[in-house]
């Protein structure tokens, strides 16, 4: 295998690259470590999320054969609602990520 030694603009990029590396590796670790109190909060409130959502949706999944049978429904309605369920799921998990990124997690917790 031939190495590249031209002047290319990969070579270039890639050396910059190991100069941040480096510089990554030395940087001194953060001082702020949680407490045991402050890391059982946080597993607290995250695990009352989870349970919060599964409670949910286990509930949902339970209820929509009554519902659905109560309003005449067929089973093709039955799985256009699971179909429309799972579709919001999937497209609002992104979205929660990127407002994340973007602003503080505890709050959008506790607005969710």
């Known amino acids: 295998m031939q190495q590249n030694t031209s002047d290319s603009p ?17 940087a001194p670790a953060a001082s702020a470590e949680l407490t045991h109190r402050q890391i ?6 995250l695990l009352a999320g ?4 599964l409670i949910s949706s286990t509930i949902v999944s339970n209820a929509l054969p009554t ?3 109560d309003l005449d429904g067929s089973q093709t309605q039955y799985t256009w609602v699971v ?10 998990t992104p979205i929660w990520g990127k407002l994340s990124d973007l602003f503080n997690k505890k709050v959008l917790v506790q607005t969710a």
Not at 15 to 26: E, H, K, M, R
Not at 40 to 45: F, N, P, R, S, W
């Open 10 to 26: 990969v070579g270039d990029e890639l050396a910059s690259l190991a100069g941040t590396v480096d510089t990554v590796v030395d």
């Open 67 to 69: 519902i659905i049978a």
């Open 50 to 53: 989870m349970f919060t959502a």
């Open 83 to 92: 179909t429309a369920s799972l579709l919001t799921m999937t497209v609002s």
């Open 40 to 45: 059982l909060e946080v597993l607290i409130g």
